[in-house]
C-alpha cells in the first residue's frame, strides 16, 4: 500500500512540476570531478590533418622530380600520458603521396599518386610544465606504411594538327613496380596544435622492376584538430 | 636520413639550450636609506595608515640594487623585479641558473612554469559604430546598466568615487587620450599614472581597445549619460598583457600591482584570467598562481581587487580562471540583461577547494566606449569594471572600512544575499544599501515540510511594488525561484533558477488574458540529495532555509 501511495505521489508530483521550467541548473560535485581525459591528462583522442612536401631528388639520368611532390594525411590518434614529460601515442592515418615528375614540352604532366593507410607508434617528449593543452615536445617514432592504391598518369598535348584530339591522358592503376609495405621513422616538433614533421621512409618504395627510388624524406607541417 | 639526423640535432640542440624563465629569491634586503614618504604617493601612506600597515613593512622595501646588478650580470637583464616577493624574474639556461645558484645571497632559484598562455578571460571588444552619439536603444541599455546596481541612489548622493583612485591593468588603451567618453576625467586631470609594462615606457595608448572599453564601464560618460559609476575617480592605467609575447602577463601583473600599491590605488580592477593555458581546474585553489599570489598580496596592502570571474562557462573549462580563484579577489561573473540572470559564458565557481566565487555580478553585456564610437559588447571583462565603479563608490560612502570590510559589504549588498549561488555569487551589489537599505523584507514563500520532500509555496506579492508601479531594488530579478542545496562541509552540491510558471512571468506581456490558473507550488524531493541538508531558497528578495536531517 506505501508503495502504491509513494508512486502515485510521484506521479501527481511529476504532472505539477511540469509547469516550471530550469533556468539553471549546477551539479557542482560532478563538475569537480578530476577528470583522466584531456590534452595533458592520462588519455586523449585526436585528429589531425598533415600536408608535406617530398624533400629531395630521384638519382637517375632522365627521371627527376618537379620541386612539389606532396602528401597529405588525415589520422587520428590515441595518446597515453605516462608522466608530465613522457607520452606514448599510437596513431593511424590516410594518406595521399602525389610524385610529380618532370616533363618535356609536350607533355603536362606526369605523376603518380599513392594511397596509404599509415600505423604510428611515437613516443613523446613534452617540454615543461602546461595546463590542459598538448605542449610543447618533441615526438619520435616508428611507421608502417601498407599502400592500397596507386595510379600513374600522365597528359601529352599533341602537336599534330591534323589529328582528331589535342591532348592524349593515360591512366596506369596497380603500379607493380610499387612496392605495397613501407616502414618509416618520424620526428615531430609541436607547439601546442601545430607540429613540424618529418617522415624518413626506410625502405625502398619501388621494386627491382624499375632502377631508381622515390625519395624517402617528407617533411610537412601537422594541425591538431582535437577530438 | 643525413637530413633527418640534421633535424633531430637541431631540435635537441634547441632544447638543451633553451632557456627558462625564472624567479630568483634573494635572502634579505638592505633597509638603508628607505623613506616611504618619498617612495610611496600621499594616497599609498593614507591607505596604509588606515590598515595599520607598518610603513617600514620589509615586503615594501625596494629589493636590494645590487642584487638585481649581480643577477643582470649573469643572465643580461631582468624582466620584473619584486619588492614584495624579494625576487627577480629572468630568463636563464640551465647553466645560467647553477651560476644563479651559487650567489650567497640567493635562497633559491625556481623555475616558472613556461606553458605558454593567452589571456583567456578576456573577450575582444565589440563591434564599434564609428559614432559617439548614443542612439535611443543605446542610451536606455545604458541607463539600465547603472540602475541594474541602483546606481543613481550613488549620483543623488553626489557620490561618484571622488578621492578614490582607481588602477585599471589591461591589454591597451586606446583612444583614452582623445576618447570623448574620457574627456570629463582629462579635463579635472585623473589620469595620475600611465605605464606600460610590456614595453617598459609610459605609453598605453595603443595596442588594444579592450581597455579603452574596460575603462569606460568604470567612469566613463558619453553625452551626459554615465556608463560606469565611479566617474569623478583617478585614474592609473597599466598595461600588462600582451597577445604576442605569452610567458609575461602574470610577472607583469604582480609590477603593475605593486605600481599600483606605490603609487596609491584604492582599488585595482583587472578584466584578465589565466586558465587552461598553463593551468588545471585543481590550480583554482587561490594558492598556485602567482597572479592569485600577487592579487592577495594587494588586499594585503588594503587595496580591493577587482576581477573578472572568466567567459569560460560555455566552454570545457567552465570554471573560473585565476586571479578570480583569490580568496582576497573580489570576484565578478555576468548576468543577460535580457535573461535577468546567469549569462552563458560567465564562468562558474566555485573555487577548487570549494570556496565561493563569483562573489557578486554586474551586466555582462554592456555598452562601452572604443576608440571609433560606442557599441555594445560582451564579457565579463564588462561586469568586473562595473562593479569596481561601484566598489569606489562604496568606499567613496564609507571611508573609514578596511579593504576587507567593504569587500563584505559590498556582498551583504548583493541583491541575492544572504542567498549566494556559484552563477550569481551574492547576486547584483545595489547602492542603496550604502544609504538606506529597507526593513527586513517580507516573506514572499512559505516551505512547508513533508516526510519525502519541500514545497515552495509562493505567496500574493503585489504588495512589493510601490504605488507607482516601480520595482524595488530586490525584485529587478526575474520572477524566478533561486534555490540551492548546501551539503554539511558548507558548500554547494547544486543549485537552481526556477521559472516556477512561464506563463505566470508573462503577465505584463501579451499571454495577459490566458491567465487563468494559480501558480504551481515548487516541490523539492528530499531523495534527490544527500542527508543532511540545507535548502536554502530566494524568492524576490525573501530568503528563507530549512535544515534536513
Redesign the interface.
Known amino acids: 500500500m506505501r508503495k502504491i501511495a509513494?508512486l502515485f505521489?510521484s506521479i501527481v508530483?511529476g504532472l505539477?512540476?511540469q509547469?516550471?521550467?530550469?533556468?539553471?541548473?549546477?551539479?557542482?560535485?560532478r563538475?569537480?570531478v578530476?577528470s583522466d581525459y584531456g590534452p595533458?591528462r592520462k588519455n586523449f583522442f585526436g585528429t589531425y590533418l598533415g600536408l608535406g612536401a617530398v624533400?629531395?631528388q630521384i638519382d637517375h639520368d632522365f627521371m627527376k622530380l618537379k620541386p612539389v611532390s606532396d602528401r597529405f594525411t588525415f589520422g587520428a590518434y590515441y595518446k597515453r600520458r605516462l608522466n608530465n614529460v613522457y607520452s606514448v601515442l599510437l596513431s593511424s592515418n590516410y594518406g595521399v603521396t602525389v610524385y610529380r615528375f618532370e616533363v618535356s614540352e609536350v607533355m603536362k604532366y606526369n605523376r603518380i599518386r599513392a594511397n596509404d593507410v599509415n600505423l604510428d607508434f611515437s613516443n613523446r617528449f613534452n617540454?615543461?610544465?602546461?595546463?590542459?593543452?598538448i605542449?610543447?615536445y618533441?615526438e619520435?617514432g616508428v611507421s608502417g606504411m601498407y599502400i592500397f592504391h596507386t595510379k600513374q598518369e600522365t597528359k601529352t598535348e599533341v602537336v599534330d594538327n591534323a589529328a582528331l584530339y589535342k591532348n592524349v591522358k593515360t591512366e596506369l592503376t596497380g603500379l607493380k613496380f610499387i612496392e605495397s609495405a613501407n616502414y618509416s621513422?618520424h620526428?615531430r616538433?609541436g607547439?601546442?596544435k601545430f607540429a613540424i614533421t618529418?617522415d624518413?621512409r626506410l625502405s625502398d618504395l619501388t621494386t627491382n622492376r624499375v632502377d631508381y627510388d622515390l625519395p624517402?624524406?617528407t617533411?610537412g607541417v601537422r594541425l591538431d584538430l582535437g577530438a | 636520413m643525413k637530413k633527418l639526423v640534421t633535424l633531430l640535432l637541431i631540435g635537441v640542440s634547441f632544447s638543451v639550450y633553451a632557456q627558462d624563465k625564472v624567479w630568483v629569491f634573494f635572502s634579505d634586503k638592505d633597509a638603508t636609506g628607505f623613506d616611504p614618504h618619498t617612495f610611496f604617493d600621499q594616497k599609498a601612506i593614507e591607505r596604509r595608515l588606515k590598515h595599520g600597515i607598518d610603513l617600514y613593512d620589509v615586503s615594501d622595501i625596494p629589493v636590494n640594487e645590487s642584487y638585481v646588478s649581480a643577477v643582470e650580470g649573469i643572465v643580461g637583464e631582468t624582466k620584473v623585479v619584486s619588492r614584495w616577493f624579494n625576487a627577480a624574474c629572468c630568463l636563464a639556461n640551465e647553466e645560467q641558473k647553477a651560476q644563479l645558484r651559487k650567489l650567497e645571497f640567493v635562497t633559491s632559484v625556481k623555475t616558472v612554469n613556461p606553458g605558454a598562455t593567452w589571456c583567456a578571460g578576456m573577450e575582444k571588444s565589440g563591434e564599434e559604430t564609428g559614432s559617439f552619439e548614443p542612439s535611443e536603444d543605446q542610451l536606455e541599455f545604458l541607463d539600465a546598466q547603472i540602475k541594474r546596481m541602483n546606481g543613481y541612489v550613488f549620483k543623488k548622493n553626489k557620490v561618484k568615487g571622488q578621492g578614490v583612485r582607481i588602477a585599471i591593468f589591461d591589454v591597451g588603451f586606446k583612444s583614452y587620450k582623445t576618447n570623448p567618453a574620457f574627456e570629463h576625467i582629462r579635463k579635472a586631470n585623473r589620469i595620475i599614472k600611465t605605464y606600460n609594462f610590456v614595453k617598459k615606457k609610459e605609453e598605453v595608448d595603443g595596442w588594444d581597445t579592450h581597455g579603452t572599453f574596460v575603462m569606460s564601464c568604470v567612469g566613463g560618460i558619453i553625452k551626459g549619460q554615465e556608463m560606469g559609476l565611479a566617474t569623478e575617480a583617478e585614474f592609473l592605467l597599466a598595461r600588462t598583457e600582451t597577445w604576442t609575447e605569452f610567458y609575461s602577463e602574470e610577472e607583469n601583473w604582480l609590477a603593475a600591482a605593486e605600481w599600483a600599491d606605490q603609487n596609491g590605488a584604492d582599488v585595482i580592477n583587472s578584466s584578465l584570467g589565466y586558465t587552461f593555458h598553463r593551468y588545471f581546474r585543481e590550480d583554482m585553489d587561490g594558492e598556485t598562481s602567482l597572479v592569485s599570489k600577487a592579487a592577495n598580496m594587494a588586499a594585503r596592502k588594503g587595496i580591493v581587487v577587482v576581477n573578472s570571474a572568466g567567459n569560460e562557462g560555455s566552454d570545457n573549462w567552465k570554471n573560473i580562471g585565476t586571479p578570480a580563484d583569490a580568496d582576497s579577489v573580489l570576484s565578478i561573473g555576468g548576468i543577460s540583461p535580457w535573461t535577468g540572470i546567469h549569462t552563458s559564458f560567465s564562468s562558474f565557481g566555485p573555487t577548487w577547494d570549494k570556496r565561493l566565487k563569483p562573489n557578486v555580478t554586474a551586466y555582462g553585456h554592456v555598452i562601452g566606449s572604443g576608440p571609433k564610437g560606442i557599441s555594445q559588447t560582451q564579457g565579463t571583462s564588462f561586469s568586473g569594471p562595473l562593479v569596481a565603479g561601484f566598489v569606489a563608490c562604496a568606499l567613496q560612502s564609507r571611508p573609514a572600512f578596511s579593504n576587507m570590510k567593504l569587500f563584505h559589504e559590498v556582498e551583504k549588498s548583493g541583491d541575492l544575499y544572504p542567498y549566494f549561488d556559484y552563477a550569481h555569487g551574492y547576486g547584483v551589489p545595489q547602492a542603496d544599501y550604502f544609504f538606506t537599505w529597507p526593513s527586513a523584507p517580507k516573506p514572499t514563500f512559505k516551505l512547508k515540510e513533508t516526510g519525502t520532500s519541500i514545497t515552495v509555496e509562493r505567496l500574493d506579492t503585489s504588495n512589493l511594488e510601490s504605488s507607482s508601479g516601480e520595482a524595488v531594488h530586490y525584485t529587478q530579478w526575474p520572477d524566478y525561484v533561486f534555490y540551492h542545496v548546501e551539503n554539511k562541509k558548507n558548500y554547494l552540491d547544486k543549485y537552481f533558477v526556477i521559472n516556477p510558471a512561464t506563463s505566470w512571468t508573462d503577465k505584463k506581456g501579451v499571454y495577459d488574458d490566458y491567465i487563468t490558473e494559480a501558480p504551481s507550488p515548487l516541490v523539492i524531493l528530499k531523495k534527490d540529495y544527500a542527508k543532511p541538508f540545507t535548502l536554502r531558497v530566494f524568492y524576490k528578495g525573501y530568503v528563507e532555509e530549512i535544515e534536513v536531517k
Open positions: 509513494v505521489g508530483l505539477t512540476s509547469a516550471q521550467t530550469i533556468e539553471l541548473e549546477q551539479d557542482v560535485n563538475d569537480t578530476i595533458n624533400i629531395g617540454f615543461g610544465r602546461r595546463g590542459n593543452r605542449g610543447n618533441l619520435l621513422v620526428a616538433f607547439f601546442n618529418a624518413y624517402p624524406l617533411v
